[in-house]
Structure formats: structure tokens, C-alpha cells
């Protein structure tokens, strides 16, 4: 299993990214997907869930301004970031939103400057 995020970079206080996820080596609708992001000095956190339905889930700090989507047959996660600040700053992955996970790949850098 593959895992290849792209789509970070520098974006101003206030503005929009969109994250982009391939997952290769597995059929992905098989399985519930996350984003994840780790800071720097603090723990890898889940910011949003969707599940093999596409229900979706997100965390308290990112409510209302991320949404993450998939497309199966693109085996594609995305994630949606918009009202970005400077505490969303951090690599993001994205991996199965279970207790086992897939080997974690690279990741993308997001740096939002205020």
C-alpha cells in the first residue's frame, strides 16, 4: 500500500488549500479513510474521518472550515481546508482511520503565515 499526499505549501492567514491523497495497492472503498497532521513538537492528531459510506467526521478545531471527500474509483481522499490559520500549520497524512493502520506515507507540509 501506497499513500501519496500532495497539495500543501505557504498560504496566508485566512486562505484555501485543497489536499489531495492517492492511495494505490488497495481496493480504497473498502476501508474507512482519515487525514491526520502532526505539528511540530506535538503528537499526530485525526483531523477529519470518512467512513466506507461517506459519512464524515472532524475534529472540534477544524469544524466547519475542512471537508473531506473521496473518490473510489480515483482512489482519492481530499481534503478541503478553507479559514486557514496559523495552529493548522503542520505535515498532513492521510491513512485508514482505524487502530491499524497502513504504513504512513511522506506526507504534506501546510505553513499558514499570519
Known amino acids: 500500500v501506497q499513500l501519496q499526499a500532495s497539495g500543501g505549501g505557504l498560504v496566508q492567514a485566512g486562505g484555501s488549500l485543497r489536499l489531495s491523497c492517492v492511495v494505490s495497492g488497495i481496493s480504497l472503498g473498502n476501508y474507512d479513510m482519515g487525514w491526520y497532521r502532526q505539528a511540530p513538537g506535538k503528537q499526530r492528531e485525526l483531523v477529519a474521518g470518512?467512513?466506507?459510506?461517506?459519512?464524515?467526521s472532524y475534529a472540534d478545531s477544524v469544524k466547519g472550515r475542512f471537508a473531506i471527500s473521496r473518490d473510489n474509483a480515483k482512489k482519492m481522499v481530499n481534503l478541503q481546508m478553507n479559514s486557514l490559520n496559523a495552529e493548522d500549520t503542520a505535515v498532513y497524512y492521510c491513512?485508514?482511520?482505524?487502530?491499524?493502520?497502513?504504513?504512513w506515507g511522506q506526507g504534506t507540509q501546510v505553513t499558514v503565515s499570519s
Open positions: 491513512n485508514r482511520e482505524s487502530a491499524v493502520k497502513f504504513l
Open positions: 470518512i467512513s466506507r459510506g461517506g459519512s464524515t
